[in-house]
């Protein structure tokens, strides 16, 4: 289909930085073919393939499938139909680059998936990410969440994921999730209203808008994040192919914090693979009235996930010790500050000279008049009020100035 | 102001058990007066006195305050209105009794307080307790979970306060709370529309209806359950009151659960006295947009609070190890089971016998098409389903009656 010069091109399109972090070299051609053909004949994560080819390198794999060795009879249906250079090719006119371990581009932390994947025996590193979009993949997940959840999602999960997602964004954390309906757009949304970004780990072809509904949130993800896949452009989604990716979200970010998950739910597939990927797993809790908190419930007390209120929250988890803590206001500062609402807007009505009586307080707090009589005597044990010709004022300390 | 015969009477009125659990004697008349005394005397849960009577049996401490020892002229001030005699009466006349250790009713597990409170520095175990009601208190407390949280809740945390309260009643649970309206109402009308009961523990004589506003529940309190105080008839409640009395809910009950609390909450003060007594805390979540639930998230997040969002949960935490397990629906039994609900819709559509186009099959579901699109793949991948004639239809295994 393609001529050879235009191939040797497309070949080299996403290898031009020298080497990565790991200081590898540069992949070969042939290593970028080989990976490309294995992604189209191989099903993502499949245990078979796992188990079968565990210690060989993808070109022997290649070589091993290309050549129709004996007894690798399972592999050969789809092998007449596969063009690597075809994929590329494709990939390249849809806007899209094939990125492999050695790539400027890659993400090491993926390779996480290798020994994940051998204790779980499915999943494994994928032998390459198609990637539709201008910034660099690797850059982006340098500091990343997941943010995954329930399709049928409620519109407090929704608002949740959004919310969380556009914080985390304006704090420079990259916002990664599926590209169904639900919490996973939520979170999209949210990221790019924010000054952050985000990127879609969809489980068909980068070029492939599932669900159409999203096709305009996918088209503004393309235009200011990323569209990733192991599978080649053209490639549909299934059931099978959606769980595969859940593991590529987990181990690709820093945790993965589940919104709103039924007790069934795909997002507790992936908080799985974070967990096994020693990702920390976070989960929002909600009303325990809705169905959609269940799974994430679940997650707290059973799983020991920790709880995501807030995005403050969220950093402390994924950040190296001690870098994000959360503050609490466990203690107040001032005896004032002690004070609940009732005590401070009563305290607030008390006059600074001419006691009042505590009718008048009641009505100046807009407090019933028993509230009233109960605070005033707290307050004056505390030493806040003093009680002086038949009416409550400021004690002198607190006269002054606030 | 009482004679001789009518105190002697009042005195024997809740003793009239030959000998509690513990196997103790049965108090006697002298034990019971100065206990009385020292709870019109000392002020709950007081730090001073907890150091320094620490060692003495309240008929000792009495002695020395009665005899107005020296350097005990903080405790003096009280002294000269003091009339046992005279509280019981009023007691008596109020429909209440007195309730020391040794009577039949005296709930053991309260002493728990007394090592709480040598480590707390405050609190302690109560001289004894002012109960009325019909029911005994120890019997009613035998199985008992507390219910508490904020008075200025929302509506979810009132409903979810009543509904744990209902449930857990239903199960022959006792509901223990304070008097404040919000979450302590709340669950003292849940239990009272169940078939169980409720206790609830003031911050002020038992006969003071505080705040007025729960006056009528109160009142259908001390019909069905019991209203309990360490403070003699007519004392008004106070702040300090409010945080003593919080270490009686939580030592009398064999857990405490937070529905709803600000960050400064009185209901994180129990959860407190409860992890202080040994006993579970357990936190209803909510939504993380509502101020109401930050205290019990907080619990949850920092203090390891047990996520109650069931009956079954709360029973669980509370029960001896294994009694009371929840069960939740990890594993599906069958492949069916397995199915999401879109799944199940369109495997539902899916005729038996005469294979039908997916278009239809989306009209019979009441789903998109694509959906249903993905979904045939899924049913097929799992030989659920087969495609033939240009239609789907069930695989053979499927098609058995259900």
Not at 36 to 41: E, F, I, P, Q, T
Not at 57 to 65: F, S
Not at 273 to 289: D, K, N, Y
């Amino acid at each position: 289909m393609t001529n050879s010069d235009q191939q040797t091109d497309l070949v080299v399109a996403s290898s031009n930085a020298p080497s990565t972090a790991l200081d590898r070299p540069v992949p070969s051609d042939e290593d970028r073919l080989a990976r490309a053909a294995l992604s189209r004949v191989i099903e993502p994560g499949d245990p078979a393939t796992l188990k079968t080819f565990a210690d060989l390198e993808p070109l022997e794999i290649w070589e091993l499938l290309r050549t129709k060795a004996p007894g690798l009879e399972r592999w050969s249906s789809r092998l007449a139909k596969v063009s690597p250079e075809g994929d590329l090719a494709r990939a390249h006119s849809a806007g899209a680059r094939f990125v492999i371990p050695g790539d400027d581009e890659w993400p090491d932390q993926i390779e996480v998936l290798t020994e994940a994947g051998q204790q779980a025996r499915r999943g494994g590193t994928p032998y390459g990410l198609w990637v539709r979009g201008t910034p660099n993949l690797r850059t982006l997940l340098k500091s990343s969440v997941a943010i995954v959840g329930a399709r049928a999602c409620s519109s407090y999960g929704e608002n949740a994921a959004a919310e969380l997602a556009g914080g985390l964004g304006d704090h420079g954390t990259t916002i990664v999730s599926g590209g169904a309906y639900g919490i996973d757009a939520a979170a999209h949304r949210g990221a790019l209203a924010s000054t952050g970004t985000t990127i879609a780990v969809l489980a068909c072809g980068v070029d492939i808008p599932y669900p159409r509904s999203n096709e305009s949130l996918f088209h503004r993800i393309v235009g200011e994040g990323l569209l990733v896949s192991e599978l080649p452009p053209g490639c549909s989604p299934t059931k099978l192919r959606f769980l595969a990716r859940n593991r590529l979200i987990a181990a690709t970010t820093q945790g993965t914090v589940v919104v709103e998950a039924a007790i069934r739910s795909g997002a507790l597939n992936t908080a799985n693979w974070s967990e096994q990927c020693g990702r920390p797993v976070l989960a929002v809790p909600g009303p325990i009235t809705s169905r959609m908190s269940e799974g994430t419930h679940l997650l707290i007390r059973e799983r020991n996930a920790t709880v995501a209120t807030s995005v403050a929250d969220i950093l402390e988890a994924i950040s190296p010790l001690g870098e994000h803590l959360t503050s609490y206001p466990h203690t107040p500062a001032t005896p004032e500050d002690a004070l609940d609402h009732d005590l401070r807007r009563t305290l607030d009505a008390v006059p600074v000279l001419r006691p009042s009586p505590s009718t008048r307080i009641a009505n100046v707090a807009g407090l019933d008049h028993d509230t009233v009589q109960e605070c005033l005597e707290t307050l004056a044990q505390a030493n806040l009020i003093t009680y002086e010709d038949s009416g409550w004022r400021l004690s002198p300390t607190q006269r002054r100035a606030p």
